[in-house]
């Protein structure tokens, strides 16, 4: 028996140490290691007493087993209660850190969107292409027969003078309007035609609202018995889609060398609704655009029969149609890139 009040000693030491080690055990890791010193299946203090059961007398030995044994399960129930306690104190400290304070101001993100040119020029393709029109983008470096001559403005034409033209050879140049598609298209394709062309053109001037690049887009549409009242028609659309519902349109004679006849077409102001304002200076109405019926000549230039055909032509100044839907009074302010500008500009 002298063993076993040995023994009962041991136990208690046992415990205390445990215990004992407890007290410093501040992570999952220190639990696992001081788990593993006293309970290591091979090296574990309690497993070196379990191995001494072999020195025990034998009828001793199931007594011994069974207090061991207890003093296993109670360790194993410490460690197990000690790895929880430590776990959850882990979990909040790591809640605390990542706390997240929802009563902090949002940082301003910055959404990026299309620069308003490319809105106008979207919408205005959205439009015509809801009647049909399909688009053919020409090239900015054109020749001078497709940019004037075949448009019915030869060299010596006084019309030249209202597009002061960017030459890079005496026949190559930066082409003046978009209307040079028409030619191409016209070349290539036999009626009935409906295209948009939409693009940048150059001209050498510069004012508050002329820029040396903008951007246009001609229409045209070529097919048996078309007049001024099917271009009036579609513009009535357009401009009731761009301006608003109430808004009219007016033709007013004018000239194209490409057009015969030809008009400016106005909107009746969407500002003052045709009373009389700052924008439409005082007049009611703002004219919008180029437009015509196509001149016969420009016709056979590219082998259309002018008897059997006739055609209607536009042509939109996209900055323009920008300008006046957002109300800029600089064109420069479309091309500066200065987001704080760019981001007040919107429907
Ligand atoms: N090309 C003309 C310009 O740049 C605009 C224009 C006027 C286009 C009448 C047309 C048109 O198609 O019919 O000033």
Redesign the pocket.
């Known amino acids: 028996m002298e063993k076993f009040s040995g023994l009962e000693e041991k136990v208690a030491a046992i415990r205390a140490k445990i215990e004992e080690a407890a007290a410093g055990m501040d992570s999952t890791k220190a639990v696992y290691e001081g788990m593993k010193r006293f309970m290591d299946p091979k090296k574990g203090v309690i497993s070196e007493m379990m191995k001494e059961m072999r020195s025990i007398p034998a009828e001793q030995r199931a007594e011994y087993g069974k207090r061991v044994n207890a003093l296993k399960a109670w360790a194993q129930e410490r460690f197990d209660e000690l790895g929880s306690q430590v776990k959850e104190r882990e979990l909040a400290c790591r809640y605390e850190q990542e706390k997240v304070d929802i009563t902090l101001p949002a940082e301003r993100t910055h959404a990026g969107k299309l620069h308003p040119i490319t809105q106008v020029r979207e919408q205005l393709i959205d439009i015509f292409a809801s009647m049909g029109f399909t688009i053919y983008e020409g090239s900015e470096i054109e020749t001078d027969y497709y940019n004037f001559t075949a448009?019915n403005t030869p060299q010596d034409h006084p019309a030249r003078d209202?597009?002061d033209t960017f030459y890079l050879s005496p026949e190559f140049l930066l082409r003046?309007?978009?209307?040079s598609g028409?030619i191409h298209v016209m070349e290539n394709d036999r009626p009935p035609i409906k295209i948009l062309s939409p693009g940048k053109?150059f001209r050498s001037d510069d004012d508050a609202t002329h820029s040396p690049m903008f951007t246009?887009m001609?229409?045209?549409v070529v097919d048996k018995h078309i007049a001024l009242s099917d271009l009036q028609g579609m513009l009535d659309i357009f401009v009731q889609k761009i301006y608003g519902e109430g808004t009219r349109t007016r033709l007013r004679p004018?000239f194209?060398p490409?057009?015969e006849p030809?008009?400016e077409v106005d909107c009746s102001c969407f500002s003052c609704g045709g009373k009389g304002c700052r924008l439409c200076k005082g007049t009611g109405w703002i004219e919008i655009?180029?437009?015509?019926i196509?001149n016969r000549k420009v016709l056979e230039n590219c082998g259309i029969d002018p008897d059997e055909y006739s055609g209607?032509?536009?042509?939109i100044?996209i900055e323009r149609t920008a300008m006046l839907k957002y109300g800029i009074g600089n064109i420069k302010l479309l091309f500066e890139s200065d987001l704080e500008v760019l981001d007040q500009i919107d429907d």
Request: hydrophobic share 45%; net charge negative.
């Open positions: 448009l209202m597009q003046t309007q978009t209307s028409q053109v246009q001609e229409g045209l004018s194209f490409f057009t030809s008009v655009l180029g437009a015509g196509v209607l032509a536009f042509g100044g």
